[in-house]
Every structure is written in C-alpha cells, then in structure tokens.
C-alpha cells in the first residue's frame, strides 16, 4: 500500500507498506520497528505478533510518546492484558491497529507534530530475519 503524504526531510514518514517490508524516507526496512518522527529503532525484538511480551513495550515507554501505536501484522489482532502491562502501570495507553493502519495514523500524527510513536510488527520472511536493506 502506497502513502502519499509529502516526504518531509525533518521527519520520518512512512512512504509504503505491505506485510512484508515498508519505506521509510527512501530507506526499506523488513523487520519489526519502533518508530518516532524522529527515530527509528531497529532491533525491536519480537519477530511475529505471537512473539510480542511485556518487555518488548519498554522502548516505547522509554520513548514517552503522547500518543502509542501498535501495528499488529496484516491483520488487526489485541495483544494479552498481561503483555501490555508495563504501559498500563506508567499510564500509557496504546492504540491498536493493522501495521498499514498504523503506518497511516503514524503519518497523519507525526505531519500535526504530535510526538507518536509506533511499534510496528513485521512476519519473519525467512530464517536470516532481515534487517534493513542499505
């Protein structure tokens, strides 16, 4: 699925997606992500939606976003209470989403300014579980 917001050199923005990989400014990335308007982490760990645990959500924490995303893979899926845990004990809340949902609501709050932050998960395409592609 292809964005079409302006490209913005000052920020990220998400370009396009699909289940498999997505742009970001010119740059393609194929693995799960945390990303800001300002930063993109690349080594969030969990590999599938089934993956994900409750310490997979500290980057974000430590990322103090107004506003959190998760884009949960092709299809939107909730993650168990026991994994969102750490963002309830610091009063965050966490807006879940489909990862081109996401990538969507990321674009439209980062372009506003907000300070949003999205974790987005990406299926392994195969064992090596590529990183970004330079």
Not at 47 to 66: H, N, V
Not at 90 to 101: N, Y
Request: proline share 7%.
């Amino acid at each position: 699925m292809k964005l079409h917001l302006t490209r913005s050199d000052d920020i990220y923005l998400v370009q396009s997606v699909t289940a498999e990989r997505i742009v970001i400014n010119n740059q393609v990335y194929t693995s799960s992500m945390i990303i800001t308007p300002q930063t993109i982490i690349t080594d969030w760990q969990p590999r599938r939606f089934e993956d994900l645990s409750a310490d997979d959500f500290l980057p974000l924490i430590d990322l103090k976003p107004e506003v959190a995303l998760l884009g949960t893979g092709k299809q939107l899926q909730f993650p168990a209470p026991h994994v969102t845990t750490p963002l309830i004990r610091h009063a965050m809340g966490l807006e879940v989403m489909d990862t081109p949902a996401a990538c969507r609501t990321f674009n439209i709050l980062a372009s506003e300014g907000r300070k949003v932050a999205a974790a987005l998960v990406f299926e392994a395409v195969n064992d090596a579980y590529p990183r970004a592609e330079h």
